[in-house]
């Protein structure tokens, strides 16, 4: 087959995890021999011009990011992106002499370029729906919720990372239910495995993992380590991600400074998979605050890793976890709940062996790569046939 990939975010720039699971779906279809493009921004807005690479055997075009400012709307942002994406589509076609048969599009933020790619073309696509605009943003985002509206219409097939996002999809939208599938994110665990777990004895750490802003709950998170250390002052919170806007990254480091938190976080920016993995397994537990998820990578991360998880019982992160059996579970936004649940992992180790040799059994049955890889390339297929 050969496939053109439209995706935002792809490594190494990365904000949440659509850009890592793009690349292993990516890595995984150039493996069976099929012919792989795709089209992304450069991560470093000062370059100015458009570069073609070959990676892990897989072609990637980088146009240049769009300027933005500060006072820039979710939704102008979102419009200037596809406006600017479509210099890359007219590139590829110009440049690239390849019989595409079919789109792959991941996440609506390149909706209207990736539709535009279809019609050019006129090839089908598949839509990989991460996720959902969120109720409070239906109000001043009407162009995106027509885009929405619009893939889930025209798409040969949506692929949702979860139930509950399906779910909600349906709710919103009127679609075929035959054209819809359910297909988890998935690890590889041999990437894990090659590693000991092995942790400090001189301190309790907490490892947060994924893109550090207000909906991903992380105030939640050090309200809660405010409350933990009172009884426990040698835990440490490790923050692997970047922070969702400048505004944002402000607010929090008043906020450590306001509760005498600045010898108990520690920031690591971005760090490669491989990386991230090192960090699973230096450390105690993994927390996931989050106030929204339609599925939560972080948390099966966790239990690939055989790292006891603690995660908020919303949308698609809560089904993950089975509270008291492969992790624990507490009240969305509930600080004193999280922290009740930090203390009880940190004073029974016990407790942490059961639910990570738990939790790594769940992912061997549900969470394989290769089993999840399988089900997409079948969807693939299946349109490529039409």
């Known amino acids: ?5 439209i995706s935002a975010e792809y490594p190494p720039f990365s904000v949440g995890g659509i850009a890592l699971h793009t690349h292993e779906v990516n890595k ?5 021999g099929n012919v792989i493009w795709t089209l992304t921004f450069h991560g470093d807005r000062n370059v100015d011009s458009i570069n073609t690479t070959v990676e892990d055997g897989i072609n990637v075009i980088r146009i240049p990011r769009p300027s933005s400012t500060i006072t820039e709307s979710y939704e102008d942002k979102f419009l200037n992106q596809n406006e600017q994406m479509k210099i890359g589509i007219h590139y590829l076609m110009d440049h690239i002499f390849c019989n595409f048969n079919m789109v792959v599009l991941h996440g609506y933020f390149l909706g209207i370029c990736g539709m535009y790619a279809c019609e050019k073309m006129s090839i089908p696509f598949v839509y990989h729906a991460h996720t959902l605009l969120s109720d409070a943003q239906l109000h001043d985002n009407v162009k995106i919720l027509e885009t929405e509206r619009e893939l889930y219409s025209k798409a040969t097939y949506v692929i949702a990372v979860s139930e509950f996002l399906k779910t909600e999809i349906l709710k919103r939208y009127s679609i075929d239910t035959r054209r ?4 988890t994110k998935g690890v590889e665990l041999k990437k894990y495995d090659k590693y000991v777990n092995k942790t400090n004895d001189t301190y309790f750490k907490i490892l947060y993992t994924g893109r550090i802003s207000r909906e991903k709950g992380f105030e939640t998170l050090l309200n809660a380590i405010s409350l933990s250390i009172k ?7 490790f923050a692997v991600g970047l922070f969702s806007d400048e505004v944002y990254r402000k607010e929090i480091i008043v906020m450590i400074r306001d509760k005498g938190l600045q010898k108990n976080i520690v920031f690591l920016g971005f760090k490669e998979d491989d990386k991230v993995i090192r960090e699973y397994k230096s450390s105690n537990i993994s927390v996931v605050p989050s106030f929204a998820e339609t599925f939560g990578k972080v948390a099966i991360e966790s239990m690939a890793a055989r790292v006891p998880v603690i995660v908020s019982n919303v949308g698609g992160l809560g089904p993950i976890v089975k509270d008291g059996a492969t992790g624990l579970k507490f009240k969305c936004g509930d600080e004193e709940d999280l922290s009740n649940k930090i203390n009880l992992l940190y004073e029974y180790p016990c407790l942490c062996k059961k639910l990570a040799d738990n939790a790594y059994m769940e992912v061997v049955k549900k969470y394989q790569w290769k089993d999840i890889f399988k089900l997409t390339l079948d969807i693939y297929q299946k349109v490529c046939e039409v």
Do not use: T
Request: proline share 0%.
């Open 1 to 5: 087959m050969n496939i053109l990939v």
């Open 28 to 32: 995984s279809l150039a493996k069976e």
């Open 180 to 183: 819809i599938k359910v297909i």
């Open 231 to 237: 009884k426990h002052k040698n835990i440490l919170v």
